[in-house]
């Protein structure tokens, strides 16, 4: 059974386009936690050609719930700390989306642009089939925690979710070491 059969939501749908000193990333869909693993390989994997300056196309992107927040967020830390032209730039987020950034204190951690560039030929990146429970609890936990370091206001929003995602995690490995 996919992982989005237990969450009853769709991930949302990558497209990557290359132009060599930096990429374009649309997002199109409900970025969601099922999304975030995925997104954090293609970034990863583009990061290990030598980019570090990064496009998302958020002009599609409905929504994003705060495990990919989460994960934008810490990637776009780990970007900035390699050298002063990484990290994210956001192209024409969404009502939503934009409102959701606001509310976090995290909308000032990212620029802006009002350009693609190049940008015409983005390649759709292949969803992972099946998501490990784990990798995912682990994805989110670390998500939620990089939100309130960003914003200690988050605190009080993610608390209860932070200790959930702790003690699911505890209990996944024990089932897992026990096998």
């Known amino acids: ?68 927040l989460g994960v934008l967020v810490g990637l776009n830390r780990t970007l900035g700390q390699a050298g002063s032209t990484g ?20 909308l000032e951690l990212f620029g802006t642009t009002d350009s693609l560039g190049q940008a015409g030929a983005a390649e759709s990146v292949e969803q992972v089939a099946a998501l490990d429970k784990t990798d995912l609890t682990r994805t989110s936990l670390d998500a939620h925690q990089t939100l309130i370091d960003a914003n200690p206001g988050n605190e009080a929003k993610f608390k209860e979710v932070t200790r959930f995602l702790e003690e699911d995690l505890k209990q996944q490995e024990a089932a897992d070491s026990s096998d």
Do not use: H, W
Not at 4 to 30: C, T
Not at 31 to 60: H, M, Q, W, Y
């Open 87 to 106: 990290g994210f730039s956001l192209y024409q987020p969404t009502e939503p989306v934009r409102v959701l950034l606001d509310n976090l204190g995290i």
């Open 1 to 68: 059974m996919g992982a989005e059969l237990v969450v009853g939501i769709a991930p949302a749908k990558l497209y990557v386009a290359d132009l060599g000193k930096r990429a374009v990333v649309r997002i199109s869909g409900r970025a969601n936690c099922l999304s975030s693993v995925p997104f954090k390989r293609v970034i990863n994997g583009l990061v290990e050609r030598g980019r570090r300056a990064f496009t998302l196309d958020l002009s599609d992107c409905q929504l994003m719930d705060s495990t990919f």
